[in-house]
């Protein structure tokens, strides 16, 4: 696939400042012209393991003008050992944050996978006016699914806590189980540094999305980007998130070929929706 090409990391604090709902701290970088949209990764990941990952939504697709950030304590960016910080709130209150800096007064595209769905549905929640369309890639457990994926987390943030990010990695690796999971994509270890991780583990473990009733009264258009057999990122809940969701649509990869489309669907997706995106109410 082509790859737009990003411009250099911004960063304004030191790694050590908390960013404590202050989008002005992440790392990012800014590609294309045309719509508004944000992009968001997912949980231990970063900008650059999405590119590794193939899950770069929106790569080498004209007519948008993406501002892809790395969450607090991922990626370039600063993070702290409070799991609290690693709640989907406290992405959300960030997120909400960098829009104002980057996307000041206007309605933007969410496009998110794993832990960036999640924040970009609590975001939206908070303040639906902010977003034209949500794209929400392999969204991850919720509300009556989570449970067994909290308990993992909390394992895993003391197996990290013992033997580090990079051994733990490489001691818990298993094949995927999902069929549109190339098997032959690199390992890589979590892009969280080792004091930051189990935090960012604990602080997944005790979060979750606001209630369905508030979710379900979100009226954006909504792409749901999904694949099978993958505890941690259920179809139930995309599908789920169908019935939910007042304008939803969902799309189910079943090879690596079909993922591959992704960024194709994200693009016509965003493309037709072009006379629905416009100024922002001030906040």
Same mark, same amino acid.
């Given at each position: 696939?082509?790859?737009?090409? @990003? =411009?250099?990391?911004t960063?304004?604090?030191?790694?050590?400042? /908390?960013?404590?709902?202050?989008?002005? *701290? %992440? +790392? !990012? $970088?800014?590609?294309?012209?045309?719509?508004?949209?944000?992009?968001?990764?997912?949980?231990?990941?970063?900008?650059?393991?999405?590119?590794?990952?193939?899950?770069?939504?929106?790569?080498?697709?004209?007519?948008?003008?993406?501002?892809?950030?790395? @969450? =607090?304590?991922?990626?370039?960016?600063?993070?702290?050992?409070? /799991?609290?910080?690693?709640t989907?709130? *406290? %992405? +959300? !209150? $960030?997120?909400?944050?960098?829009?104002?800096?980057?996307?000041?007064?206007?309605?933007v595209?969410?496009?998110?996978?794993?832990?960036?769905?999640?924040?970009?549905?609590?975001?939206?929640?908070?303040?639906?006016?902010?977003?034209?369309?949500?794209?929400?890639?392999?969204?991850?457990?919720?509300?009556?699914?989570?449970?067994?994926?909290?308990?993992l987390?909390?394992?895993? +943030? !003391?197996?990290?806590?013992?033997?580090?990010?990079?051994?733990?990695?490489?001691?818990?690796?298993?094949?995927?189980?999902?069929?549109?999971?190339?098997?032959?994509?690199?390992?890589?270890?979590?892009?969280?540094?080792?004091?930051?991780?189990?935090?960012?583990?604990?602080?997944?473990?005790?979060t979750?999305?606001?209630?369905?009733?508030?979710?379900?009264?979100?009226?954006?258009?909504?792409?749901?980007?999904?694949?099978?057999?993958?505890?941690?990122?259920?179809?139930?809940?995309?599908?789920?998130?169908?019935e939910?969701?007042?304008?939803?649509?969902?799309?189910?990869?079943?090879?690596?070929?079909?993922?591959?489309e992704?960024?194709?669907?994200?693009?016509?997706?965003?493309?037709?929706?072009?006379?629905?995106?416009?100024?922002?109410?001030?906040?």
């Amino acid at each position: 696939m082509l790859r737009g090409k @990003a =411009r250099s990391v911004t960063t304004t604090r030191r790694a050590d400042t /908390p960013p404590g709902g202050d989008g002005h *701290a %992440l +790392a !990012r $970088d800014r590609r294309g012209t045309g719509l508004p949209v944000v992009q968001l990764h997912g949980l231990s990941s970063s900008r650059r393991r999405d590119e590794v990952f193939g899950l770069d939504l929106t790569a080498g697709r004209d007519g948008l003008q993406v501002v892809r950030y790395d @969450a =607090r304590g991922h990626g370039e960016s600063p993070g702290t050992t409070d /799991p609290d910080d690693y709640t989907w709130p *406290a %992405l +959300a !209150r $960030d997120l909400l944050a960098l829009l104002d800096e980057e996307f000041p007064g206007e309605r933007v595209h969410g496009v998110g996978q794993s832990m960036g769905s999640a924040t970009l549905l609590t975001a939206a929640a908070a303040e639906p006016d902010r977003f034209a369309s949500l794209t929400l890639g392999i969204p991850p457990t919720v509300w009556g699914w989570r449970r067994e994926q909290s308990r993992l987390y909390d394992l895993a +943030a !003391r197996q990290v806590a013992r033997w580090g990010g990079a051994r733990w990695s490489e001691l818990t690796r298993t094949p995927p189980t999902s069929p549109a999971i190339d098997p032959d994509r690199p390992p890589t270890a979590p892009d969280v540094r080792d004091e930051w991780l189990p935090a960012a583990f604990r602080g997944a473990a005790a979060t979750d999305l606001p209630p369905e009733e508030q979710i379900g009264r979100l009226r954006m258009p909504v792409l749901l980007l999904a694949w099978p057999q993958d505890a941690s990122h259920p179809l139930e809940v995309a599908e789920h998130l169908l019935e939910l969701l007042p304008d939803a649509r969902l799309e189910v990869a079943r090879s690596p070929a079909e993922v591959e489309e992704w960024p194709r669907a994200v693009s016509d997706f965003i493309g037709a929706l072009t006379g629905e995106s416009g100024a922002a109410p001030t906040r």
